[in-house]
């Protein structure tokens, strides 16, 4: 009689408009249907709604097809920044941002979260929003809204071929105890299209959520094993900030905030091409029958955090700055502070002759994240020269596969070198110190000359 009960009751709350079912927000609305007693999303509608966004804002989006999914539908990645301009105000490269969501077919509010994510910052933009036009116009984001569309159109966890897309990726693949990873890595044609997309339009990405649905949850690497990644600064200082100032959402490594998983978009992403990467695992009641409130309410907490990892992304990595170098004899002290969350642990100071040419690199160092560290180096090997210049090279994560950058020291630096009896700027031009020990000593010569007369 309760199964009976139940039934009766699922099927009226399903029968609910949409409309009536919504709080009255202001707010874009969901776009989706409720099906199986919670919302979902067409990949029809989802086609027209993206293109009709990059008709209305060409200013900001731009939509793109990353391939097709095992039925041929287009896996459409909607890509957000101020495209009038390459470059941020300033003129440095913009970061990029990586989302997709949907790779589980029936998770809807993966789906949702992905989609929300778009329409917050194309709402913004619209409106005058100052936090939306700051992001849009010093980042990329790219999301690819729903991977797994027929999955998605027939309500299931698998793609059309039973394959769990999220157990598909080439990071030791059917190396945990799962169920239907597929016949090899990336055997299935929306996994192989969104590895390519990583390894070739955002190789150098700094954030990448993978948007799922289950227990309320954000997961970071490892879910082959138990042990804290290798950037566990970086992740424990995001957990510490969002559960201080954002959400109470659990913030664990997957291991053993859920179960071990492998082949997994995440530890791909991470350990594979060196992004900093989350599951966001939203709303565990997606399944309670006549949930399909308003979407924007349900899932603002998490809104809220994705605004927060989106607005902070210039620190998800190692931003060395040099602040002196200081050579004295055959010793060069070196002051260098990191304004980014992530730990370096292989930098190397470098000196490059006037030709461009690296003449003279240091010994290997670490920096710790957000930290200034004073640092003494061998440097009986360095040689200057007039028109010398000073850069920076390491990785911006602690983890193997992060990139390495080369960036150039201010020339504005304290850069000094010590004898004992003077201390000189090392600087360029004029200010090297070769033609400064050569003014000295034609300086001195004077002085004798005119003692010799008197």
């Known amino acids: ?61 731009d939509v793109t097809s990353v391939g097709e999914s095992e039925l041929g539908k287009s896996l459409w990645v909607v890509r957000l920044s101020d495209w009038s301009n390459e470059t941020k105000p300033n003129g440095d490269i913009k970061e990029i ?43 990329e984001i790219h999301i690819l809204i729903m991977l797994n569309p027929d999955g998605n159109d027939i309500d299931t966890r698998w793609n059309i071929n039973q394959v769990d897309l999220n157990r598909n990726y080439d990071h030791y693949w059917n190396t945990c105890p799962t169920t239907q990873p597929g016949s090899s890595a990336f055997s299935e044609s929306e996994t192989s299209a969104n590895s390519n997309y ?33 950037d566990w600064e970086l992740y424990h200082q995001i957990r ?34 060196g992004f900093p990467t989350f599951t966001f ?79 003279w690199t ?11 560290s004073m640092l003494e180096i061998d440097s009986s090997n360095l040689s200057l020269e007039d028109g010398g210049t000073w850069q920076l090279y390491y990785q911006v994560r602690v983890i193997d596969a992060a990139r390495w950058v080369t960036e150039p020291i201010d020339v504005e630096a304290n850069i000094t070198t010590n004898d004992e009896s003077s201390s000189l700027l090392i600087g360029y031009g004029i200010f090297n110190p070769i033609a400064i020990i050569g003014a000295l000593a034609v300086v001195s010569l004077f002085k004798k000359d005119e003692q010799d007369e008197e």
């Open 1 to 61: 009689m309760r199964v009976a009960v139940g039934l009766v009751l699922c099927m009226f709350l399903a029968s609910i408009p949409i409309a009536s079912a919504q709080s009255d927000s202001t707010e874009e609305e969901w776009p989706g249907d409720p099906i199986d007693s919670h919302i979902h999303l067409t990949w029809a509608t989802l086609t027209l709604d993206v293109n009709d966004w990059a008709d209305e804002y060409p200013e900001i989006v």
């Open 97 to 139: 941002v990586y989302i997709d969501g949907g790779h589980h077919g029936n998770e809807y509010l993966g789906t949702a979260l992905a989609y929300l994510s778009a329409k917050w910052y194309i709402n913004g933009w619209a409106e005058g929003n100052q936090e939306a036009i700051n992001v849009l116009q010093n980042t």
């Open 198 to 230: 990583m390894n070739t339009v955002v190789p150098d990405a700094d954030l990448y959520v993978t948007m799922h649905t289950g227990v309320w949850i954000m997961l970071y690497p490892w879910g082959k094993w138990p042990d804290q990644p290798s």
């Open 240 to 273: 510490e900030d969002v559960q201080e100032n954002i959400s109470s959402i659990p913030i664990q490594n997957a291991n053993q905030g859920l179960y071990p998983n492998c082949g997994t978009s995440r530890d791909y992403g991470y350990g594979v091409m």
């Open 281 to 359: 695992e939203t709303d565990d009641e997606q399944f309670v029958p006549g949930s399909f409130e308003n979407l924007n309410d349900r899932l603002g907490e998490e809104m809220n955090v994705m605004r927060y990892l989106i607005d902070n992304v210039w620190y998800w990595r190692a931003r060395l700055d040099v602040q002196s170098i200081d050579i004295a004899g055959d010793s060069l002290a070196l002051d260098i502070s990191n304004h980014g969350q992530a730990s370096t642990s292989n930098a190397t100071l470098q000196y490059l002759a006037s030709s461009g040419e690296v003449t």
């Open 362 to 372: 240091s010994s290997t160092f670490s920096v710790n994240a957000s930290n200034t």
